[in-house]
C-alpha cells in the first residue's frame, strides 16, 4: 500500500495504513528494486535509496526517513566513485556519519582498470578522499558486476 492509494493489493491511502504496513511497504519496494526480480540485476543500492525518497506521496515521510538512516545515504552495496577517481562498494556504514561509510575501492576511473581492493573508512580520511557520487559500472566497461560485486562482497567480509 502506498500513502497516496497508488499501492496494492487494497488501494488504501493515509491513515487507512496501518504502520506496520507502512513499514513493510518501504522495505518491499527497497528489496524489489536493489534484489531485482528474476528478469533484472536490481539497482544500485544508494540510486534506490534516492528514488524512493523523490516521491513523497509514496510512503510515510517519518518512516522513510528512518529507514534512511537506518540503511545509510550509501546502503551497503551501493557502488560510488571517490573523490580519489576510484569507483568502491560500501560494505559497512557508520553509525556516527551515514555519509561517510566504510568503503572497498576497486577501479581506478585514471587507468581504466581494476587495482587491488583497499578498504577506507571514509570517517577516518578527515577530507583527504570522500564520495563524489553514485556509479554505474557499466558505463566503466566492467564486464560481470554481479560477480564482481560477490567477489568484493567475501573479501570485506574476511577482512572484518
Not at 513493510?24 to 528478469?39: K, M, N, Q, V
Not at 537506518?70 to 556519519?97: C, E, N
Not at 575501492?105 to 577516518?124: C, G, N, Q, T, W
Request: proline share 6%; glycine share 10%; charged share 25%.
Amino acid at each position: 500500500e502506498r500513502l497516496d492509494g497508488s499501492g496494492y493489493p487494497s488501494g488504501l491511502m493515509g491513515a487507512d495504513i496501518d504502520r506496520i504496513s507502512r513499514m513493510a511497504a518501504i522495505c518491499d519496494a527497497y528489496d524489489t528494486l536493489a534484489t531485482g526480480t528474476r528478469s533484472d540485476d536490481g539497482m544500485n543500492p544508494a540510486i534506490v535509496i534516492q528514488a524512493m525518497s523523490s516521491n513523497p506521496g509514496w510512503f510515510d515521510p517519518g518512516l522513510m526517513t528512518a529507514f534512511t538512516e537506518t540503511m545509510g545515504s550509501y546502503p551497503v552495496g551501493s557502488i560510488v566513485k571517490l573523490r580519489s577517481q576510484r569507483l568502491a562498494m560500501v560494505v559497512d556504514q557508520d553509525p556516527a556519519d551515514h555519509t561517510r561509510p566504510k568503503v572497498r575501492a576497486f577501479y581506478s576511473i585514471a587507468h581504466k582498470r581494476m587495482v587491488s581492493p583497499e578498504d577506507i573508512k571514509l570517517s577516518d580520511c578527515y577530507g583527504e578522499d570522500e564520495i563524489a557520487g553514485i556509479a554505474d559500472p557499466d558505463a566503466h566497461g566492467i564486464a560481470d558486476f554481479p560477480k564482481l560485486r560477490e567477489k568484493l562482497f567475501n573479501g570485506a567480509a574476511r577482512s572484518g
